[in-house]
């Protein structure tokens, strides 16, 4: 199994300033043959299911506010927040798809300081 | 927008089988080359990916629940359900159904997700 790892486990930022989060799979999960890295970011708020931000690494999916950004490949990735917001607090998963069964990280919890 | 919805015993006992289905609306359950998911969620922990059911039936499985898990279509009322035996107390959790984002193979990140369903195993 590929193992996802994060960093940190939780991190508090003050109101309109960045938060990073990042993620490392045990492997690499990027796919020569169509250049593209099967990483995956969600956002999950208490008593809500999970919420698709980022895949493919880097794309946004549709109706993500774009201060969320998603960089990084092979085994090395980041979620940059910028200009967090009230409504970004939320723990925030890595997901890999490259190979089965996935696999997420343990989720960095973020929280306004 | 294809929706869906987790259903089910909130509570089960020990060494029973847990059985829950997801209902799916706003589009079809046979759509060509759908992936169909289940994933749980340990209270106050992490995600767990249990496996996933195609249009087709074509299942793959999680190794840590294969020889406990059973994932099946309903294709007439638009549903596929999950049935893991002989569970105990450390298969208690939310439970997540999910479509695979992209209809052209199952390596897809997971959207939508339905609400989850809390299970409990307790005598």
């Known amino acids: 199994d590929i193992v996802m790892t994060q960093s940190p486990d939780s991190l508090a930022v003050p109101l309109g300033e960045r938060a990073i989060i990042n993620c490392k799979s045990s492997q690499s999960v990027f796919y020569s043959s169509n250049d593209k890295d099967y990483l995956a970011w969600y956002q999950q708020k208490p008593g809500q299911p999970p919420k698709l931000l980022i895949y493919?690494?880097?794309t946004r999916e549709s109706g993500v506010p774009d201060r969320f950004t998603g960089s990084g490949s092979g085994t090395d990735f980041t979620l940059t927040i910028n200009y967090l917001q009230p409504e970004d607090v939320a723990v925030y998963y890595c997901?890999?798809?490259?190979?089965?069964?996935?696999?997420f990280g343990p989720g960095t919890t973020v929280d306004i300081k | 927008q294809v929706q869906l919805q987790e259903s089910g015993p909130g509570l089960v006992k020990p060494f029973q089988t847990l059985s829950l289905t997801c209902t799916v609306s706003g589009g079809s359950i046979s759509s060509d080359d759908s992936y169909w998911n289940w994933i749980r969620q340990a209270p106050g922990r992490g995600l767990e990916w249990i496996g996933y059911?195609?249009?087709?039936?074509?299942?793959y499985y999680n190794p840590s629940l294969e020889s406990r898990l059973s994932i099946s279509l309903l294709t007439s009322e638009n549903k596929f359900s999950l049935n893991l035996k002989y569970v105990t107390v450390t298969d208690t959790a939310v439970y997540y159904c999910a479509r695979g984002a992209h209809n052209t193979s199952p390596y897809n990140p997971l959207n939508p997700w339905g609400q989850g369903t809390l299970v409990t195993v307790s005598s």
């Open positions: 059911i195609s249009n087709s039936g074509k299942t």
């Open positions: 997901h890999q798809y490259y190979s089965f069964p996935f696999t």
């Open positions: 493919w690494a880097s």
